[in-house]
């Protein structure tokens, strides 16, 4: 059962234009998402978060919306830079003090930024 | 800051045989993670450590996969036998406490081959 679903395996964008980068969840008990960005030979590294009581994060180029009635986030990157070029990761999972932050990953976005 | 050190970062055994993968995370991290990530899907918690204590192994294999955070610090994951299904990579990870909230940082991870 997959609980967290990323359903575009690629993604192709023009330097300078936007990334939108899509996840889909089931589990309602969610309520913290995270991206995470992984290089090739490399581990994940942590990209940007939003907690259910907001509906929007943002942090520099990076801006995560958040959509609880559709169980729906998306990454928008703009401008989108060849250097983000990567696999893109969502990740959710519940906060309440007695959970373990137990992360449930997607299965990944490839992203390539064409100069 | 010295990140979390995975070794050895490949791997290529034959089915039936022992690996065993070694992960010292970063200092002072108390919450320590392993994850099993197969080619084309996202990372599948297998175990969750704090300290010494197990806080989560429900995914873990047990029939065959095994490990150990002796001391708190440093980590060892074992698979013995290992089967064809158990290509993947093993990424460790490690946050400064249990929970959603805290950061999860990632090591390079160690690419497993069975032949």
């Known amino acids: 059962d997959q609980q967290v679903k990323q359903n575009s395996p690629s993604l192709s964008v023009q330097e300078g234009r936007i990334s939108i980068l899509n996840c889909d969840y089931t589990?309602?008990?969610?309520?913290?998402f995270l991206w995470y960005k992984k290089y090739p030979a490399e581990g994940p590294t942590f990209l940007i978060s939003?907690?259910?009581?907001?509906d929007k994060n943002e942090d520099g180029r990076f801006t995560v919306f958040l959509n609880k009635s559709a169980k729906h986030l998306s990454l928008h990157i703009v401008p989108s830079q060849p250097g983000d070029s990567a696999v893109y990761f969502c990740?959710?999972?519940?906060?309440?003090?007695?959970?373990?932050?137990?992360?449930?990953f997607g299965q990944g976005t490839t992203l390539q930024v064409k100069p | 800051e010295a990140g979390v050190a995975q070794s050895p970062r490949y791997k290529i055994i034959e089915k039936r045989q022992s690996v065993a993968f070694w992960c010292n995370p970063i200092s002072g991290h108390a919450t320590l993670y392993w994850y099993q990530q197969i080619l084309g899907q996202g990372p599948k918690l297998l175990i969750q450590f704090q300290n010494n204590g197990v806080v989560d192994d429900s995914q873990l294999p047990k029939d065959r996969f095994s490990a150990e955070r002796l001391k708190g610090v440093d980590s060892t994951l074992k698979i013995q036998p290992a089967k064809l299904e158990d290509s993947a990579v093993y990424l460790c990870?490690?946050?400064?406490?249990?929970?959603?909230?805290?950061?999860?940082?990632f090591g390079p991870g160690t690419r497993l081959t069975v032949l």
């Open positions: 939003i907690s259910s009581i907001k």
């Open positions: 990870a490690s946050s400064s406490q249990t929970g959603a909230y805290n950061e999860q940082f």
């Open positions: 990740a959710a999972s519940e906060s309440g003090s007695s959970n373990t932050g137990k992360l449930i």
């Open positions: 589990n309602s008990m969610f309520d913290y």
